[in-house]
């Protein structure tokens, strides 16, 4: 190999996986939440989308099924999120409503 592509293989590599331990974006977690979650929830819970995560029988009981669910809640509507789409609303719902370990 030359040195310019060992280089160019170095950088690719350091760019991939520094990007895999970026912290969750709570506030892009919130707005991905508002624009493709709110609707569907109010409708399921007679208006105030906020109940879905509050009520006492929730589904969803630790952070494990939290991913779960919103997984299962994104390929229902057809969301075309990425996965730190999934980590930044799963850290928003859990921040602000299940607060799990």
Known sequence: MNKQYSILVFISFFALTSQSTQAADTVH????QNSSCQSCHASLTGGD???????????????DALIKQVNR????????????????VVDYLNTNFYQFK
Do not use: P
Request: glycine share 6%.
């Open 29 to 32: 977690g919130k707005d991905l």
């Open 49 to 63: 989308s906020a109940k879905i995560y509050t009520r006492t029988d929730r589904r969803v009981n630790s952070a």
């Open 73 to 88: 809640c994104k390929d229902s509507i057809g969301a075309a999120w990425f996965d730190d789409d999934v980590d930044d």
